[in-house]
């Protein structure tokens, strides 16, 4: 097919069909383009949900053995204080403090139930830090240790596990 | 005319002209697109190091170090920012110097609980990490000390206590001698007294460490852990984290003070609430390391009434 229904020399017809092929390679090259960025763009974003999960996973496991959690005190070097974290629960300072969209810590033995606050506490399953999404969660188990006073003060301790979530990709 | 001479007709010089541009974009695009994937190598090694760092940290109050290996070439740039409630780590990473000439750092990565003593850029393969808890009087943080492997110490009449420690914990690249006897690109530590040769000076009387021309104050009871970051930062970086340490101390002091004020209902009183809202003011507005010695003391006395607690706080 061509353009030139009248009066065409024959270099036009020639410089046509090269502006054509040009426009077809530069479409080629702009499609391909595209498709290289899109796929970029969804390894990148994979690569960025794995970092935060392994981050998450990271924390997870770690986690207890932070000043803000920890027991301090020697009897018990690997274990939760629940006193405190009913402490930190409320403190809007230590909110973006882990990078985390979710950080909650659960009772799993003895079997307990609903949210801790200040006027059900101890007798409440889960203690809930951060909780700006719900994103894929890695757990690890732990001791939640609290102080109890009966005529002397002793440690409680019951099974816990903590969960962490990373920051969602969108 | 000779028909058979080349003639440089408007199609060839179209083609030339259109194949030069397309050449040239070809070549600009895919030189900014390495560009690009450098930079995000780099930010995504700087978020790892951020993450391989949690094993190193948290190890039970013990001392540990470890050696971080980098594929090529790599500079790790450290910055410290007091900035909000607990201030910022920022870790970038620059990699693979083309030509001797190094790229634009990648991405920071930024953390609110690492505290990271070294130099402002740490370049080599390989990273030498030490840890130590730092507790002003109950735990605050793991302190990280990163050094390249490349760059040796040389510490000249340490303590005991420090020699002992640095023997123990097998530290690479440092060495304890006479500063005679200390290779000649090491950087010196000097214990006792001035010398000119000295890169770095320690006076253990006055609990300083003196350093780019800069003075800056440590307490040594604090299991050597602010001497370490006195001796391994910058100044600047120094000053900086120490100041980050002490908001958080402020911000655990309050946790603390909660936690006192439950157990009291509890039946368990420990009057120490008091006390630990006046140490979180007192961290709170520390400005800068002269101010640590009045910080030790009032902890000092925290410890010891904590000590005396039937239910101890920490």
Known sequence: ?170 | MNKKAFEFTFGWMFAIIVGGVILFLALYFSSNLLKTENKISDTKTAKEIGIILNPVENSLGEERTTLITYPVETRVYNKCRTLGNFGQQEISVASSARGGKWEEPGNPSIFYNKYIFSEDMIEGRENIVLSKSFEIPFKTADLLYIWPDSEKYCFIDPPSYIEKEIERLELRNINISSIEKCEKKSRKVCFSGVGTKCSIVVNLREKSVKKNEKKVFYEDDLNNALLYGAIFASPEIYECQVKRLMKRTSELSIVYADKSRALSVKGCSSNLDFELIAYSNATLSFANSKEIESINKMSEEIRRKNELLSCKLF
């Not at chain 1, 009248?6 to 092929?21: D, P, T, W």
């Not at chain 1, 080629?28 to 990148?44: D, E, N, Q, R, T």
Request: aromatic share 10%.
């Open chain 1, 1 to 170: 097919m061509s353009f030139c229904r009248v009066n065409c020399s024959k270099g036009q017809l020639k410089i046509q069909e090269m502006a054509f092929a040009l426009l077809a390679i530069i479409i080629f090259l702009v499609i391909s383009g595209l498709f290289y960025f899109v796929f970029k763009a969804s390894s990148l974003k994979e690569d960025v949900g794995e970092q935060r999960e392994n981050e998450a996973r990271e924390i997870a496991r770690r986690i207890a053995n932070t000043p803000e959690f920890s027991w301090s005190t020697s009897e018990c070097s690997n274990c939760i204080d629940l006193d405190k974290l009913m402490a930190l629960k409320d403190k809007e300072s230590y909110k973006g403090f882990w990078n985390l969209e979710h950080l909650r810590i659960e009772v799993i033995y003895p079997v307990k139930n609903g949210e801790c606050l200040k006027v059900n506490y101890p007798e409440c399953s889960s203690i809930t830090l951060v909780n700006k999404s719900i994103a894929p969660l890695s757990s690890a188990f732990v001791s939640l240790c609290r102080q109890e006073f009966k005529k002397q003060g002793y440690i409680k301790c019951e099974l816990g596990k903590i969960y962490a979530g990373g920051k969602k990709v969108e």
